[in-house]
């Protein structure tokens, strides 16, 4: 089987050419595009547009939903590209625990007949939940149970009988509040969440510029042009998102750390706890990282 990807991160609209292409191509190629890219979610009353590289939407762009649309008109098999264990919202952990929404993508490309995926390239492969769920997902052995049945059964298969409805409400909340992520891609790319725990606060203004959130950057962190990132929102529109991110993960949180002595002989399971405590402190370091910018902002106009 060959698969044509087309990547195209930012687009609005799809390319004469990508169309003419996909009509004309051999009926044995398997085209490929980017399921999120130029998706238009909204966020706060307001639609955000943005690129490529988001686990935290379930939905395809209409760009995507036009290309697939041509393929199977044209007789062509389609592929969607998408991101499976983690993404650029933040790629300093092995996955963030979301099966919720992966169901939601997958069952997105059920109701569209995409027969194919790419489930991540270079990070979001590890092992682990979000790629096990994700191989139950793609080779379901029957019909695909609802939701919240699914998250059930495969709850059961790794937090036992016992702890399977308390494990899957864990993931309601994760899911719930990882729609909350600034829609931007400024913020994946410079923004505070994958590593604003490193990040000094300035009080008075540095002009000092972000650094590069998949680089090592030699050892430098990122300055306080907060600005850099923000791209689809104003600073009071990202704090009170990553707030509401932040608030709803704590709350998943909770669920899994009450469960924490009934699995202090399962590593696997401890690993699991302790990834989502080290998100949310991620996600509130990068709410706290927000405020503090935001009251600078106040503190210099009023001052």
């Not at 027969?115 to 270079?122: E, I, R």
């Not at 510029?209 to 600005?227: A, E, Y």
């Not at 929102?233 to 909770?254: C, S, Y």
Request: charged content about 25%.
């Amino acid at each position: 089987e060959l698969i044509a990807w087309f990547y195209i991160p930012f687009v609005h609209e799809l390319p004469d050419t990508l169309r003419a292409i996909v009509e004309k191509a051999p009926e044995e190629v398997i085209l490929q595009l980017n399921f999120e890219s130029g998706a238009a979610v909204e966020q706060l009353g307001k639609k955000r547009v943005v690129g490529d590289y988001w686990q935290c939407i379930p939905e395809p762009s209409e760009v995507f939903d036009e290309f697939a649309r041509t393929a199977r008109r044209s007789g062509r098999k389609v592929s969607a590209k998408i991101q499976v264990g983690c993404s650029h919202e933040i790629a300093t952990v092995p996955h963030v625990p979301v099966p919720g929404l992966l169901y939601r993508k997958f069952a997105a490309m059920r109701k569209r007949g995409i027969t194919h995926a790419m489930l991540g390239w270079y990070f979001g492969t590890t092992p682990g939940l979000m790629n096990e769920a994700a191989g139950e997902l793609a080779f379901p052995e029957t019909e695909p149970l609802p939701e919240e049945e699914c998250l059930l059964d495969f709850a059961r298969t790794t937090w036992g009988k016992e702890y399977a409805e308390r494990a899957t409400e864990g993931w309601k909340f994760f899911s719930d509040a990882y729609r909350n992520y600034p829609l931007s891609n400024m913020m994946q790319y410079f923004g505070p969440v994958a590593d604003g725990v490193a990040w000094p606060l300035h009080l008075y203004p540095q002009d000092g510029q972000l650094r590069p959130t998949w680089l090592l950057n030699d050892g430098k962190v990122s300055g306080d042009n907060i600005c850099e990132c923000l791209e689809n929102h104003t600073i009071d529109e990202a704090a009170i998102l990553f707030g509401k991110l932040a608030d709803g993960w704590e709350r998943g949180v909770r669920i899994f750390v009450s469960m924490r002595d009934a699995f202090r002989d399962s590593p696997d399971r401890l690993r699991d706890i302790g990834l989502a405590e080290a998100l949310g402190i991620h996600f509130s370091t990068a709410a706290g990282i927000l405020r503090f910018y935001q009251l600078r902002r106040q503190f210099f106009r009023t001052g």
